[in-house]
């Protein structure tokens, strides 16, 4: 198995691998565009193209897709954060051509088409079915892609300084990254249409009232907020954790009934685990449970 088709765990996280180096399977991997550390059963990713207000390119969505598949089978990481380098999460997609990232030839509208479906796609589709918990920490600005990206994660923690755009129209490009399908489900489709026919700035402050942000933490405190929510996150049974977010997931496409037979499976499942006797125990005995993910 090479480079490109999986990458390995280690037993030391933290030893395994440099903030900007990967160790796979035979080979150690560089990072171009992220930071990476594993620690305390948390995977933390930073998009680093500050020159860039971290915009996303061919290399940084191939990159990203790696790491995330690293992490979903890695039983030691448990949730996972991304955010952005120095100030701003992501100011969209950097479509220019990048070496081997980019297409080599056809048109201009084969090439879209393929890097849209591919590369960028192939990270959004990555993260919407990441099993664990992801938590975006955004501050300064998500625009266009990188909006979509922190808002196909399952829980936006913002600072203050975050703005986010669906600035796609402004730029004579249509929506992209999830973006038709995540903003209705967030908002609701009247508010969509506006967020993406007007391409305005949204605040911090707006962005959560219109539930696009759980929540707005000022200056240092974002740090241990954010902090405190892994770590809860990270202490939580890892099978139930994954059921309740598929659970959700399928929420808007099945009736009722569905989703109720939906449940009792993801109860039956989750009843086999070691977990559920560790909650049951810790229960009765008056204690915090300790689960193990088994």
């Known amino acids: 198995m ?3 088709q999986a990458l390995a765990r280690r037993e030391n996280d933290r030893a395994s691998f440099s903030p900007n180096q990967f160790q796979t ?5 560089a990072l171009e565009t992220l930071q990476i550390d594993k620690t305390n059963a948390i995977g933390r990713i930073e ?23 690293d992490f979903e089978s890695d039983p030691e ?5 991304l955010r952005g380098a120095e100030g701003n999460f992501c100011s969209g997609g950097d479509l220019t051509p990048n070496g081997k990232s980019a297409p080599r030839s056809g048109s201009p509208t084969a090439n879209t088409l393929d890097l849209m479906n591919r590369v960028y796609g192939e990270t959004i ?22 909006a979509n990206l922190a808002l196909a994660c ?3 923690y913002a600072s203050p300084t975050a703005r986010f755009s669906e600035i796609f129209v402004k730029r004579g490009i249509a ?3 999830g973006g038709s399908w995540l903003l209705p489900r967030l908002v609701g489709m009247q508010k969509a249409k506006e967020l993406a026919f007007f391409g305005d700035w949204v605040s911090a402050e707006e962005a959560r009232a219109i539930g696009l942000v759980n929540a707005i933490f000022d200056g240092d405190s974002l740090e241990e907020a954010v902090e405190e929510k892994l770590r809860r996150l990270s202490t939580h049974p890892p099978i139930v954790l994954t059921q309740i977010k598929q659970s959700l997931h399928r929420a808007a496409s099945v009736t009722m009934n569905e989703a109720l ?7 039956a499942a989750c009843a086999a685990t070691e977990d559920f006797a560790e909650g049951m125990s810790a229960f009765m005995e008056k204690r915090e449970p300790d689960f193990k993910g088994r």
């Open 261 to 267: 037979e939906i449940e009792a499976l993801a109860q």
């Open 175 to 177: 929506l992209d990254c």
């Open 25 to 29: 399977k035979g080979c150690r991997m």
């Open 125 to 146: 589709r990555k993260l919407h079915r990441f099993p664990k918990p992801v938590v975006a920490i955004v501050e300064g600005i998500a625009a266009g892609a990188g």
């Open 47 to 69: 998009l680093r193209r500050p020159e860039k207000r971290n915009a996303i390119s061919p290399t940084m969505a191939i990159e990203l897709t790696k790491i995330l598949t």
């Open 77 to 81: 990481v448990r949730v996972v954060s």
């Open 154 to 156: 399952d829980l936006v």
């Open 2 to 4: 090479g480079c490109s």
